[in-house]
């Protein structure tokens, strides 16, 4: 990947300096100085080591008479695969366990509260494939399955909330399989699960192949830190998704992804979509997306009249954080892995909340009345012509 883009960051801090990149800063971040956090030593020296980024910014709010401040540290994993897709699957799983617990190690030391992955983050995206096997056999127990019992471990040591998006196999209805975000309490405990509510029908993103639509509504799960939601990939591209989370109550809502750079893809679309969603919902958000290319064994096509090829092209990272405020941090690279921090209060939601008066102009009853229309076989658009009585 030496000849792909690092960051955004990357050719911005190199190219501005002084008013100039204050400026940018304050236009495109909504602030000029990111407010970065100090990291331990320790994390540094180990994540060069293992070889993966580390970054932290803070979201602060507004001292408040009547509240104390919540303060929460919300860590985001972003991961190439770590085996070739060719080899047995427990092989390539334990080895992605073994990649992302130095990670998962360092997020403790820094007292990383809440984490989340990316999309189905303990297997190559073998769904553009549409091949059935080896790539079903990743799929397990949501909650007894080898990847949750991995993390309940960890969750314990670290008295750490694990937002964990896997391919899960429901034993209790016939072995069927969802795409499945499972919500580890910081007591071990399994809070539960959310399946994805939007599944793609786009070229090598053709995932009803394997699963559909999720049938768990929008669940927001109450943890030790705050109400956390998932709302998973293709979910981000659905206004009233990320609306359901906040009516529910969300304080932070992950956006866990997999998605790629290219034509097909939606790189130009990513710094917009989640942050769009906390500026509208008055929450925090964390977009999440793998890193890398994943070269399958077998040819694919695209539907596009292309050539056959064996991989989707370049997964590019760049996870981050936006407030209920709209203000954003950096993101990671988009070449490589990286745990990204955030301290975040969240009393800043109320404020603003309060502040901009959203929820309060909303129009709830309208847009049901409206929606509710559409549903109709008989609906007639509501447009009215120039020479209409």
């Not at 390539?92 to 998962?104: D, E, G, R, S, T």
């Not at 050539?307 to 989707?312: T, W």
Request: charged share 25%; aromatic share 10%.
């Amino acid at each position: 990947m030496e000849n792909e883009t690092v960051s955004l960051e990357a050719i911005v801090n190199n190219n501005l300096t002084g008013r100039d990149l204050q400026e940018f800063n304050r236009i495109y971040y909504g602030r000029r100085d990111h407010n970065e956090l100090k990291l331990k030593d320790s994390s540094i020296a180990a994540a060069k080591e293992a070889d993966f980024e580390i970054a932290a910014y803070g979201f602060p709010a507004k001292k408040e008479h009547t509240r104390p401040p919540r303060i929460v540290k919300v860590g985001l994993i972003q991961h190439s695969i770590a085996a070739p897709t060719d080899r047995p699957v427990n092989e390539q799983k334990n080895a992605i366990l073994a990649k992302v617990k130095k990670i998962i190690d360092v997020a403790g030391q820094e007292g990383v509260n809440i984490i989340c992955f990316h999309e189905l983050w303990n297997m190559p995206f073998a769904f553009c494939t549409r091949e059935k096997q080896p790539w079903c056999e990743f799929a397990e127990s949501a909650e007894e399955g080898p990847t949750t019992r991995f993390l309940k471990e960890l969750a314990v040591k670290y008295a750490m909330v694990i937002v964990s998006s896997i391919l899960e196999r429901d034993e209790n209805h016939s072995d069927i399989l969802w795409n499945t975000t499972v919500v580890i309490s910081d007591t071990g405990n399994v809070i539960g699960k959310h399946r994805k509510n939007h599944i793609p029908r786009v070229g090598d993103f053709n995932e009803s192949n394997y699963y559909m639509e999720g049938n768990t509504g929008h669940p927001v799960f109450a943890t030790r830190y705050g109400k956390i939601a998932v709302n998973i990939c293709f979910g981000r591209h659905h206004v009233l998704n990320w609306m359901m989370f906040g009516l529910n109550g969300a304080e932070i809502v992950f956006n866990p992804s997999c998605t790629v750079a290219g034509e097909a893809g939606s790189e130009y679309m990513w710094n917009i979509e989640a942050r769009n969603a906390a500026i509208t919902n008055c929450y925090y958000t964390a977009a999440i997306n793998r890193v890398g290319y994943e070269e399958f064994p077998n040819e694919f096509t695209s539907a596009d009249g292309k050539p056959a090829h064996k991989d989707l092209g370049l997964f590019y990272g760049s996870s981050y954080f936006c407030g209920p405020d709209g203000v954003r941090c950096p993101g990671l690279s988009r070449t490589k892995d990286g745990l990204l921090i955030a301290e975040m209060d969240l009393n800043l939601n109320r404020q603003i909340r309060d502040r901009r008066c959203y929820y309060m102009t909303q129009r709830l009853d309208m847009y049901a009345d409206s929606l509710r229309k559409v549903l109709d076989l008989d609906y007639k658009p509501q447009v009215v012509h120039e020479n209409e009585k």
